[in-house]
Structures are given as C-alpha cells and as structure tokens.
C-alpha cells in the first residue's frame, strides 16, 4: 500500500515562473492538505481540499491555488514566483472526518533563483 | 488563534541519556496536540498524539509526552535515547472547532543532536 507520493522530489524556478506541485494521497483517502515549510520553521498550512473544492485555507496570497481531482490526487500552484517561496512542500491526506489523523507525504523542494 | 512554542531551538544530548523536548501551546479549549519527527530532506513522521483521556501518551521509537493542561505545555520524553534519534522534532495543535477543521499549527521544531 503506497502512502502519500508526492512529485517532483527537487526542482528549481525562476522569479517570476509558474511551478505546479503533485500529490497522491494514501489509499482510501479523500483530502488532501498542503504545507510550506521554509527553511529553519515548521511547516504552515496552505490549504485543504475535500470533494474537489477548497474547503479551509491558511494565511497565503492568492498566487498559491490547487486543485483536486476525481481520483482524489491534488495540485499545488503558484504564480509568480518570489525568492522567499523557496521551501519543502509537503502534502497530507487524511479521510474528512479524521483531518488530524493525517499522513504526509516525503515533500517537494522548490528554489527560486 | 492557536500557537505553538517550541522554547529550545538546538538540543545536545549523549547517547543514552534522557531526553526531554520543551512545548507550550497556546489555544482556546483542550487542543489536540502532537509530535512528528523529519529527518534531514524527509518529510514528517507521527511519534504520537493527545486527543482526550490519560494525559501520559506513549508513542512509538520509545518516546512519551505528558498533556498539562495548567502549563499549556505538551513535553517530549524519551528515558534513553539512540543516536538514529538525531532529527528535528516538532510540536503541533490541531483545532477542535469544526470551521478550522484539519488546520494544523506548528512550532518552529528543535534539533537533536545525540553525542557518541
């Protein structure tokens, strides 16, 4: 049973770029969270989707958006790259219901250069 | 809003000796509080949790945290630690409320460095 995949592992931006994050949840999960975790502090929540709509969203400009498909799988966003968007990228997915019951996925390493 | 304080960013212990990692938190009722474990470039590793009941939570690797509500505080213990438990540990608060759902609120972690 694989857990939470997240893709890519590592990849590096411009200022100024676009960058689309992937995660697919454990098996039989159905929502998916994301969180930034820059470098030296822990991780904050970005925002969560449920039935393929956003259901709670944490303190983060409009740049960063997701999605969620069918399949459950979600989509991390941003627009408009800044250097300080530089982070580990981390996904979890849990049941709705059990949010805090959440697993996480190893994380996306993005630079913005 | 809730919050989590996480006093000591570096901790140095020996191989063997105790261990105790500092939390207070910051929330309006009984939160649900937790400790995850990241190894450098990994993502986060569940030790334990508190959602209710006895407030002496065992996890797993050997570690336990007690909840006390009069300290805010939910600190991490381990009797003996190994030197595989060198990592950076986090302390989190989940929200109970049902609008803040699965919103979870991290300290900013400390580092464990286990001597030889």
């Known amino acids: 049973d694989a857990g939470v995949t997240q893709s890519p592992t590592h990849l590096i931006k411009t200022r100024g770029q676009q960058v689309t994050l992937r995660c697919s949840p454990k098996s039989g999960h159905d929502t998916v969270s994301w969180y930034q975790q820059a470098l030296g502090q822990g991780p904050q929540f970005i925002f969560q989707?449920?039935?393929?709509?956003?259901?709670q969203r944490g303190n983060f400009p409009d740049r960063f958006s997701g999605h969620q498909f069918p399949n459950y799988s979600s989509e991390l966003n941003v627009n408009a790259l800044l250097l300080g968007d530089s982070a580990l990228y981390l996904c979890?997915?849990?049941?709705?219901?059990?949010?805090?019951?959440?697993?996480f996925g190893q994380g996306t390493r993005l630079t913005v250069v | 809003a809730q919050s989590v304080t996480q006093p000591d960013i570096h901790i140095t212990v020996s191989e063997g000796a105790s261990l105790e990692l500092r939390c207070n938190y910051s929330y309006g009722a009984t939160p649900y509080l937790f400790w995850y474990v990241q190894s450098p470039g990994q993502g986060l590793q569940l030790l334990l949790k508190?959602?209710?009941?006895?407030?002496l939570v065992q996890g797993i690797k050997g570690f336990e945290a007690e909840f006390k509500r009069s300290q805010s505080s939910f600190n991490l213990r381990k009797p003996s630690v190994h030197w595989s438990d060198a990592a950076e540990y986090f302390c989190a608060v989940g929200a109970r409320e049902a609008a803040n759902a699965g919103k979870s609120t991290f300290g900013d972690g400390t580092t464990l460095t286990v001597k030889p």
């Open positions: 508190y959602f209710s009941g006895d407030t």
């Open positions: 989707y449920y039935e393929e709509e956003e259901r």
């Open positions: 979890a997915s849990s049941l709705w219901g059990a949010q805090l019951r959440a697993f």
